[in-house]
């Protein structure tokens, strides 16, 4: 098969979440666990770090990825989704995976997988573990799907254990609560190893990560508890200022108000690296804060994608996003005439709830993503006039950021997002012009 043969052969043969949603998840570690006897334990070979979490996984994963490559050690990279280029969620030293290897893949073991009906997400899972094995990396990041305990890269025994925050998304398949939530993300945690939670503000949150830590015999840490921030602030250029006790003055690239707990995480992670005596020089954060993007490839958070009017797109797309976005384009407005809001979502989100985060003061754009999970946009647009927004219904995300600029002055902000795959789009209609 070429290339793009063995892609359409993946979407169609394997359930994927990214189009279909709840038909794809797959819970459990059977179909994982036997992908990998096959191919004799691929991610023994090399040191792991896991993490998962509600929002800022991807962040966290990636500046995590960026530190280590720049202090001289081989590092891979998994994550999902994809916004572009499925290569995208396996790279190495930011580089993605090569067509051939995805082809060979598939073609040589096709015939071992193809009974065990695997999702979408084992199989590229298993593709990745075999990848970075096969390019001998020294480190893999490995960020989890939607889940934890269950999730299909629960496999793994890591060095380090990281759960970002939990906040309510895919509650139909993690549990009603937060609580519930909390110990679907806990089940990451091994035993004896380290856990590190980045961002907790309810205390029987708390108490399931302390529970199962204990039961486990495993440290537990607290970000936000660690002291390793001892200043952060937002500059005029959008990037972040931060001052740690461990690395002296950092800028980090990625902007938006979020970014700061991601931050936090990012070092609170390498100091309890640096006890188990994987040590990182200043030089390396420093690179690894300010060029992050060029590094690993990592797009769309709080990404400008144009000028005059400045468009920004951020995939942040559930309750636990959606306050800090508010916040950021609050802040943004000081220095803006009008707001235009170019929002799409999933059919599965809590649509109401995450509506009622958003601005008041802008002018929507109710759209629909190119995939078969996202929500018509007449509806998505009759639930935002029920939350008192007024606006257009488009299509296409193409459709949604051509009406923008028409009615859009120069001095005006334009935001897309409320999902991942809008972001997607939009990305990729600005890669056409």
């Known amino acids: 098969m070429t290339y793009d043969e063995t892609l359409r052969y993946l979407y169609e043969s394997t359930p994927v979440f990214q189009h279909s949603g709840g038909a794809a998840y797959k819970p459990g570690l ?22 998962a979490g509600t929002n800022g996984k991807g962040s ?37 995976i090569s067509q051939e290897y995805v082809v060979e893949f598939v073609e040589k073991h096709k015939e071992f997988f193809e009974p065990l009906h695997p999702s ?31 999730d299909s890269t629960n496999i793994i025994t890591p ?19 937060l609580t519930d939530i909390a110990r679907e993300k806990a089940g990451i945690i091994k035993p004896g190893v ?38 952060s602030y937002l500059v005029k250029t959008g990037e972040w200022y931060f001052t740690s006790p461990d690395f002296g003055q950092l800028f980090g690239q990625l902007g938006g108000v979020a970014q700061c707990r991601n931050a936090e995480t990012v070092l609170a992670a390498l100091r309890l690296l640096a006890q188990e ?12 804060f300010e060029h992050v993007v060029e590094i690993t490839g990592l797009r769309g958070r709080w990404e400008t994608v144009h000028q005059l009017p400045r468009i920004v797109c951020d995939t ?25 809001m170019i929002i799409g979502m999933a059919n599965d989100k809590d649509v109401e709830n995450i509506l009622s985060l958003m601005p008041d003061n802008a002018m929507y754009y109710f759209t629909k993503a190119s995939i078969d999970r996202a929500m018509p946009s007449e509806n998505l647009a009759a639930a935002g006039t029920l939350q008192g ?19 859009a002055t120069p001095n005006d902000l334009i935001f897309i997002g409320g999902s991942t795959f809008v972001v997607a789009d939009a990305l990729a209609y600005f890669a056409d012009k």
Do not use: C
């Open 120 to 150: 979408f997400f084992e199989l590229t899972s298993t593709m990745a573990f075999d990848y970075f094995r096969h390019e001998k990396v020294d480190f893999a990041i490995i960020e989890t799907g939607l889940g934890g305990r269950l």
């Open 277 to 288: 005596g994987i040590l990182i020089e200043r030089k390396a954060v420093r690179e690894a």
């Open 316 to 340: 942040g797309h559930n309750e636990g996003a959606w306050p800090y976005l508010t916040l950021q384009l609050e802040k943004e407005m000081k220095n803006y005439d009008n707001l235009h």
């Open 194 to 231: 380290p856990v590190l939670i980045g961002e907790i503000y309810e205390e029987d949150i708390k108490d399931v990560f302390i529970k199962q830590a204990t039961s486990q015999e495993s440290p537990l840490w607290f970000a936000q508890q660690m002291g390793v921030l001892e200043e």
């Open 60 to 96: 966290v994963s990636h500046l995590l990825a960026a530190t280590l490559q720049q202090a001289g050690y081989k590092t891979g990279l998994y994550t999902s989704p994809h916004l572009l280029d499925f290569r995208e969620r396996i790279r190495v030293n930011g580089k993605m």
């Open 159 to 177: 060095v380090l254990s990281i759960i970002t925050n939990i906040s309510p998304d895919h509650m139909q398949f993690l549990g009603e609560n």
């Open 389 to 407: 927004f007024t606006g257009f219904v488009t299509d296409t995300v193409k459709e949604a950021i051509e009406t923008a600029l028409r009615r």
């Open 30 to 51: 059977q179909t994982s666990q036997a992908l990998d006897d096959y191919l004799n334990n691929s991610h023994k070979a090399y040191k792991t770090i896991h993490v």
